[in-house]
């Protein structure tokens, strides 16, 4: 096991290395907190859906951007981030955006290390398909989040007119960056594919009632007309019965 989790950690932390070396900019928290608050984006949902979460307890799932939980950590009582490379993501950021909000390195394809219903709010935006088990994610998900709390879950969809007009032709469905092979992470590292359908039947099956679903990207309009079919990926919100 500790082997196993060594070499995720070094797989993780070299795609960070990688992002650095291929010019990858670290946003401020003052651009991720207007893309927050910005229409298409995919943590639009939680400032959205929640109007005022100031006396809520939150935790986010593989984070990856330091910058943007210190900005979702002003929407919450208490903000709390985990990721496999949690102190290498944070000290990447700098000092001030340390002490900005609570963070733990943990391996999340265990199970977390917090007790049952410890938050209010859950938090996993495209991290559940980088994961070994998505049935043992969404279990935790709904341990860890208190009754009648909600998880926000964004997810690629490997059922858009994009991908499947890829497999169409014969190329390989991209549900990540189109550079991904630049990285060496195939298709960015995902390991599962998923439609809405599934996303909702495997919610449910873990305790998690299907409350609303955000378009992500441009055209939001069109996105809405057929989402199964328009949205290449989207932001699930769910509440805990």
Request: aromatic letters at 14%; one cysteine or more; proline letters at 4%.
């Amino acid at each position: 096991m500790a082997s196993a989790y060594s070499a995720e950690k070094r797989f993780y932390e070299q795609n960070i290395i990688s992002k650095e070396l291929h010019g990858a900019a670290l946003a401020s928290v003052e651009q991720r907190w207007r893309e927050l608050h910005t229409p298409g984006d995919r943590y639009y949902c939680i400032p959205n859906f929640l109007k005022q979460g100031s006396s809520l307890e939150a935790i986010e799932w593989g984070f990856g951007d330091a910058a943007r939980c210190a900005a979702l950590s002003r929407l919450f009582k208490r903000y709390t981030a985990i990721d496999l490379c949690a102190s290498t993501l944070v000290k990447k950021a700098g000092l001030d955006i340390a002490h900005s909000f609570s963070y733990q390195d943990a391996n999340l394809n265990d199970d977390l290390p917090f007790p049952d219903q410890a938050f209010d709010v859950s938090i996993a935006m495209m991290v559940i398909e980088h994961l070994f088990d998505p049935f043992h994610s969404f279990r935790e998900i709904a341990r860890t989040t208190k009754r009648n709390g909600y998880a926000f879950i964004n997810l690629p969809l490997v059922s858009s007119i994009k991908c499947r007009f890829a497999i169409a032709c014969g190329r390989l469905p991209v549900t990540s960056v189109s550079d991904w092979w630049d990285y060496k992470q195939w298709d960015g590292g995902h390991l599962h594919y998923f439609n809405i359908p599934a996303v909702r039947q495997l919610a449910a099956e873990s305790g998690l009632k299907f409350v609303h679903f955000y378009v992500v990207g441009r055209l939001p309009h069109i996105k809405r007309m057929v989402p199964s079919l328009f949205c290449h990926e989207g932001s699930f919100v769910f509440q805990r019965i």
